[in-house]
């Protein structure tokens, strides 16, 4: 009897936070503009979406555009940032290592619309003209410490010897890094590299804060406006749908990889 | 001459912090010579290795390899090579890589770096596992496969950091038998770190014994074993009980009571001494005549190829004694040495002789804080003096607050009737301290000296 009330307990658990998700993704099969109207099966809104026949579907394309390519480029360059910072700070002795590690930490549980609003006073203060590329730092600003976080426990379970065992084999500094450090220190970076691409792909309060005036959409600003309008476009439904699924594959993979390397360290 | 030298370290020093790891430092390595650096946990052998590998810069000193200065040259230039304590092997890589990975960045013709890491992987006998990856090979086969990774490159001389140290006792002797042979097929130059005595004595051509730093003695496995220069090596490397004794005069020499016969000369005559008994230089009988003192059986326990029997003298001393034959606990028996199995010792020290400050009439300033004492009339106020105390004349207690400076025993030894401590204040001074209580290293202890025993002289010079 326990058994079967725990068990409802966590479907009940599920339901509630899946249905939301599911409810999206079972009307993005229909035409009806306002959102729980179901006026049958049609995957209409898809073709729209792909071949962009839709009111400001133009916009919208571009804000997707601008989303997947902010996140590539803020995940590439948090990923090397992160990978240097992170054999940095396990290089550090004691009590400078704690403060170091403290300090990566205080970024990721400080409120996002903070970390936004205090880079936009920064870019004023800096006469930085905003756009592009103040989005694109802020994103690598908030992503570095999630690469960090998951870079250090690959140092740690490293033997400490093989960089020295690389040079003792005659590779200079930046060999031993390339051959040696990096494919040890790879699953980290790739798990560091998805968690900061997902991490700016939903960001809202920083992009919106820092994209200036110049008209600059990620996909979460275009919806932020795009209600303000008066009614979700109705195909960010099957948008959602796909992302969602996108951000799922990409969940997954993080998961079976840290289960493998788990695996090997037992 | 010094052509015969591939390694010539001179006045090497190194300190981290305030700590003085290694502290001038000089030997020498005859090419294809197998060399050990011997010592406890934390004697600064392991530091002295790193820095002839180039992981660590000396603060002083040179370090010649074949007669050139190295200190300067970063790890990767260096012709020398490394096998690490945790094998340190590349995980991403396969066995054959893993030894193909010095020559491959040399940039040596594939066909070649195939003939040599075949070659070599045969002689660790790891010929069937090429493509194994290396998380799934055992310690031992790690450790073979970090050989053959080293020595593939032909180094000058082959550095091995306790790599024996995580294997078990079996494997560990059958490795220690494989790394002789393979150093004598190759003649490559060896030097070797380890806190095994034994091990050491089992490969080496040369001993470096270290502590706290220093050399203590550089010799072969028989020198060190045989004439240890002081009671700190005749402790470290075999059984042994070191008894204090005074060398009456040339070939003369008495300890436990009684007079011996030995063969040491030229220590003066009446001069304290430090005497070396090995347990196997006893001769142990039923009976009294022919002996030179007697003693009753204490204990004897069974050691596989030797008893061993702790015999209480009649002068009231503890000896260790190893004979094939078992005598009854309880027994008296006859015992005898020879005189070429006394080891004597010139001693380091016979009190602790400490940097003072005179402060009033009554007062010293010493091991930072101030005693009280008798001061001679001759001294005033801030003369700088050293202070005399027995090494019987110190007290410890158990709690440190009863002490007036608390301290660490850092080491002892026993000497038949009482133990010598070595202790380590708090401020880092060293105090030696005879007593008749049991202590261990580690203890805290607290430290007072009554002020009769502080004895004040003049500094010389």
């Not at chain 1, 549980?109 to 203060?125: A, C, E, H, K, Q």
């Not at chain 2, 400076?405 to 026993?414: K, T």
């Amino acid at each position: 009897m326990k058994k079967v009330l725990a068990k409802c307990y966590i479907w009940l658990l599920l339901a509630m936070l899946y249905a939301p998700l599911l409810f999206i993704a079972i009307f993005s099969f229909t035409e009806s503009r306002v959102l729980g109207n179901w006026t049958g099966f049609s995957t209409k809104l898809y073709t729209n979406l792909f071949s962009g026949g839709m009111n400001g579907g133009p916009s919208l394309l571009a804000a997707v555009e601008n989303t997947l390519l902010i996140a590539l480029i803020a995940a590439v360059f948090s990923t090397i940032l992160g990978t240097v910072a992170a054999i940095g700070i396990f290089n550090l002795k004691g009590r400078k290592r704690q403060a170091m590690q403290f300090l990566n930490n205080i970024p990721m549980i400080n409120p996002d619309i903070i970390t936004g609003v205090s880079l936009f006073l920064l870019f004023v203060f800096l006469k930085f003209s905003q756009g592009y590329v103040t989005v694109i730092l802020a994103h690598i600003t908030f992503c570095t410490p999630y690469v960090v976080l998951s870079v250090m426990p690959k140092l740690s379970q490293m033997n400490p010897n093989i960089y020295e065992a690389a040079l003792d084999l005659g590779a200079t500094p930046g060999v031993a890094l390339r051959k040696v450090l990096i494919p040890e220190l790879r699953p980290g970076m790739i798990s560091g590299f998805i968690m900061a691409f997902t991490m700016s792909l939903d960001d809202f309060a920083v992009t919106f804060f820092t994209r200036g005036t110049i008209g600059l959409d990620t996909l979460s600003t275009y919806i932020y406006t795009d209600a303000r309008k008066g009614g979700l476009t109705p195909e960010l439904r099957p948008l959602m749908t796909l992302i969602f699924l996108l951000v799922l594959v990409l969940l997954i993979i993080i998961n079976i990889r840290r289960a493998k390397s788990d695996n090997i360290a037992k | 001459m010094t052509n015969d030298y591939i390694i010539d370290i001179q006045h090497l020093s190194k300190s981290f912090g305030d700590v003085k790891v290694l502290d001038d430092i000089n030997f020498y390595v005859r090419r294809g010579e197998f060399v050990t650096l011997l010592g406890p946990s934390g004697c600064g052998k392991t530091t002295l290795l790193r820095q002839i590998a180039g992981f660590i810069a000396p603060d002083e000193g040179r370090i010649l390899l074949e007669g050139k200065d190295i200190s300067g040259i970063p790890p990767y230039k260096r012709p020398l090579n490394t096998v690490f304590q945790r094998y340190a092997l590349f995980p991403h890589l396969d066995v054959f890589d893993n030894v193909a990975f010095g020559l491959k960045l040399q940039n040596v013709p594939a066909k070649e770096i195939e003939v040599r890491v075949k070659k070599m992987l045969k002689m660790v006998s790891m010929s069937d596992y090429e493509d194994r990856s290396v998380d799934s090979l055992s310690g031992g086969q790690q450790q073979r496969v970090a050989i053959a990774r080293a020595l593939v490159n032909y180094p000058k001389v082959l550095l091995l950091d306790e790599p024996l140290a995580a294997l078990d006792l079996k494997m560990r002797k059958d490795m220690q038998m494989e790394l002789k042979e393979i150093h004598r097929k190759m003649g490559i130059t060896f030097i070797y770190v380890t806190h095994d005595q034994e091990e050491a004595l089992t490969l080496s051509d040369t001993i470096v014994v270290l502590n706290e730093g220093r050399i203590q003695q550089i010799g072969t496995p028989a020198d060190i074993y045989n004439e240890p220069v002081n009671s700190f090596v005749a402790d470290f490397i075999g059984d042994s009980t070191i008894l204090n004794g005074t060398m009456i005069c040339d070939r003369r020499v008495e300890f436990m009571g009684h007079e011996f016969d030995c063969v040491d000369e030229g220590f003066g005559e009446n001069v304290p001494v430090d005497v070396v008994v090995r347990p196997e230089d006893v001769y142990i009988m039923n009976q009294l005549e022919g002996a030179q003192f007697s003693g009753v059986v204490q204990s004897c326990i069974f050691k596989g190829v030797h008893y061993e029997m702790f015999v209480e003298t009649d002068k009231g001393y503890e000896l260790m004694v190893q004979d094939y034959n078992s005598f009854e606990p309880g027994s008296t028996v006859g015992l005898l040495i020879r005189p070429s199995d006394i080891q004597v010792m010139r001693k380091e020290r016979t009190c602790n002789t400490l940097e003072a400050e005179v402060e009033d009439d009554k007062h010293v300033n010493m091991l930072g804080c101030s005693w009280e004492c008798e001061v001679p009339s001759e001294f005033a106020p801030g003369d700088k003096v050293l202070a005399e105390v027995a090494f019987d004349k110190v007290d410890l207690w158990d709690n440190q607050a009863d002490g007036k400076l608390g301290g660490e025993v850092h080491f002892l030894l026993y000497k038949g009737n009482h133990y010598h401590l070595t202790v380590l204040t708090d401020d880092g001074d060293h105090l030696w301290v005879d007593t008749n209580d049991i202590w261990d290293k580690g203890d805290l202890v607290g430290i007072d000296i009554a002020p009769s025993d502080i004895k004040l002289r003049r500094r010389d010079g």
